[in-house]
């Protein structure tokens, strides 16, 4: 049920690219994005829709397969700020079931 | 708007007792969630509520209840704690049933520990 995120962790300077993949066993209806800074809560970065567009904003933007039944989150010119564990939430096409994966750490360092 | 709060913030439980944890929506949202999150787990789904209606439940034992009230308010309560149970428990609240094109938002959280 809970959808499975690659990698775990990745370490990145500043600058350097970054991509999260998030995958799921079902068919996907709706595939959600948040980042959760350490010893904070959970912030929503943006949602992607079956049929929808590719989202971003500024140098994070994520893609959304439906084939695949996977999303992959893109972040770009990294920065300090960008540091915080990655989670992905995923609602299946049958609906009535959402999830988060386990999530993946992302560390920036100078 | 007030975010959601979360009460208490930190409690600190024997194992076999109970206890009650607390949250309050945004106001006019009417989905809250709960999450269980542990090291390594990540967010861990609990129950979902929906015009004090469960909508779905997560894979955990009869020990984990919540309810909604009428003015969206939730609680949840987990009976016989075990040591296991020690995690911090989020909340989010959203304008509609979790998924779909509605954003969650998350409360700060209720840090439970178990002795």
């Known amino acids: 049920q809970q959808p499975v995120q690659s990698p775990q962790a990745v370490i990145l300077r500043e600058g350097e690219d970054a991509v999260i993949n998030c995958s799921s066993s079902?068919?996907?209806?709706?595939v959600h994005w948040y980042r959760q800074k350490h010893g904070e809560a959970p912030v929503f970065l943006m949602i992607?829709?079956?049929?929808?567009e590719q989202k971003g904003h500024e140098k994070i933007s994520a893609s959304f397969n439906e084939k695949k039944q996977q999303s992959s989150l893109y972040l770009t010119a990294s920065q300090l700020s960008y540091s915080g564990t990655y989670f992905c939430g995923t609602e299946w096409n049958t609906g009535n079931q959402f999830y988060f994966g386990t999530g993946t750490s992302l560390t920036v360092i100078p | 708007k007030a975010g959601v709060t979360q009460t208490p913030r930190y409690l600190i439980k024997t194992r076999g007792q109970q206890v009650t944890l607390s949250c309050s929506p945004i106001?006019?949202?009417?989905?809250v969630s709960w999450y269980q999150q542990t090291p390594g787990q990540g967010l861990q789904f609990l129950f979902e509520y929906f015009s004090e209606t469960q909508r779905n439940k997560g894979n955990f034992p009869g020990r984990f209840s919540g309810r909604q009230f009428s003015n969206s308010r939730s609680e949840m309560n987990v009976s016989t704690l075990e040591l296991g149970d020690s995690a911090l428990y989020l909340c989010a609240s959203s304008l509609a049933p979790a998924g779909g094109s509605y954003e969650q938002y998350f409360g700060p959280g209720t840090r439970l520990t178990v002795t």
């Open positions: 106001s006019g949202h009417r989905s």
């Open positions: 992607l829709l079956k049929g929808g």
């Open positions: 079902k068919a996907l209806y709706s």
